[in-house]
């Protein structure tokens, strides 16, 4: 019996990239139904138009990345891209949290 060890360079994640057209109400309507099919597909917003997606293995992803492709919009530009969980392990994020200066501590109050 072979037993399958977990890789962190054979685990996948898919990021999908897009940017799509909003000018028309037909626009509007296939831009939000490619959102919803991405997370149908279990993909998470990672910014308002890249979603990511942990796979357990690059027969996963490529079964995800499939899917991504069969809802396309017509129009608009949609970019896949796969990393492995060791490369993704490098990732630094920032939520706009700005250092601020520490308040002022409380007067000693003497008593005599």
Known sequence: MEQNRLNAYHIMWLF?????PTNTKKERKAAAR?????MRDGFSMMQYSVYNRHCASKESADVHEKRVKNFIPEKGQV????ITDKQYGNIVNYWGVK???????????EIF
């Open 16 to 20: 999908v990239f897009f940017d799509l």
């Open 34 to 38: 490619f959102r919803k099919d991405l």
């Open 79 to 82: 970019s896949i891209l796969r």
């Open 99 to 109: 250092e601020k200066p520490l308040p002022e501590g409380p007067k000693q109050l």
